[in-house]
């Protein structure tokens, strides 16, 4: 079997705990690897190595892993984790902690069946999907403290849906509700009788066309999958080019949020969203916050935006209890007013370490839900039994440097 017979030994540069298991009784308890925390992903870029270092220098074995990795009836996953620079396959211990991180490895229902079945083998899974974004969007809306700050969103019926959105604000934006990475959205605006202005997250520039012509295309769309037609919003733009601001919060090792960056955000030229993945690029906070318009006495930029993320985290936690990495972007318009664009629970990172934590409070947060407690910064290895705090939740923030 896995890891019986000439399969490769598995070593660990680092400190990983013996401990009893959780629950156990009697005068012999079972003994514990751990923290052992799978990261299901897809990918194997930067960002996943850096997950992976920081992990070791916390005390965590963690390693990469896909659906089609595990061995069940062995309770072995075939992951991938680094060694001497480069990625390699080898058996690992079953999973205590599962960081979900899944784009891109299949479908929502095959992804959510997958989950399942971990944890019905006593994995603890965390930052699973938000669900969509309209259910997302009506939760946020169910917030007296939020409802200000959301641009007006309907479910798209029909073109009279487009129609009279149109008639309200002049430009809408139509968006997939399942969609991700800024992919298929549309910007619409009025062009004159029985013609619309569109310019689309995939073709740069825009072009006018009937009505009808548009109207059948989503006729066609709608039958894959819900869409959102939302208020269009006049943000702040920097170089003729929309700008947003992604903010990163993670929980930590007493599973406390905390806000471990900010990046600004700038969409290509022409190109109707900022995401990284559809040709954004990172501008320097400062010059982007330098253009934002502000009352007199007013907070800096950065604090009002902390404390509208502060406001945002409770409402997270409501729907997902186990979320631990959650990104929230951020639109500033022309007045100064912020708009929550998008929360979501797979952010992106630009794969630079401007920060550790962005990186390293997964890992603490992996390891509080493995019964471990909170690792030591210094050298990765837990503080004496006792000294651990009491892991209650809070929204207590940070200052915010950026990702």
Known sequence: GVGRGGAAPLRFRGRVLLGPRPGATGGSPAIDLGPVVGILAAQYHNTYRLFVGMARRRGVLAYLFAPADVVWDERVVLGRSLHRGGWVRR???FPQVVFDRSIGIGSTETIAGFLEQLRAHGCTVFNGDLGDKWRMYQHLASYPQLRRHLPETVLLESWDTVRAMLSRWGVVYLKPAAGFMGLGVLRVAAAGPGVVRIASSANFGARVVPEAALA???GQWQAYGKWMVQQG???VRVGGRVCDVRVLALKDGRARWRVAGMTVRR?????????????GTVLPFQAFACRVPRRRGAAPLGVELRRLV?????????IAPRAGDVGVDIGVDRDG?????EVN???????RLANPAVYSLPME???YLAGFGPASPARGVPPRPGTEGSGKESTALERIPEV
């Open 91 to 93: 058996p690992f211990p």
């Open 345 to 351: 629970t797979k952010p992106g990172r630009s794969g």
């Open 267 to 279: 969409a290509r030229p022409g190109s109707v969203v900022s995401n990284l993945h559809q040709g």
């Open 233 to 235: 919003l006049d943000l």
């Open 216 to 218: 059948g295309q989503l």
């Open 337 to 341: 007013r912020l708009w929550i664009i």
């Open 310 to 318: 502060k406001r945002i985290l409770p409402a997270v936690d409501a």
């Open 365 to 367: 947060y992996a390891r």
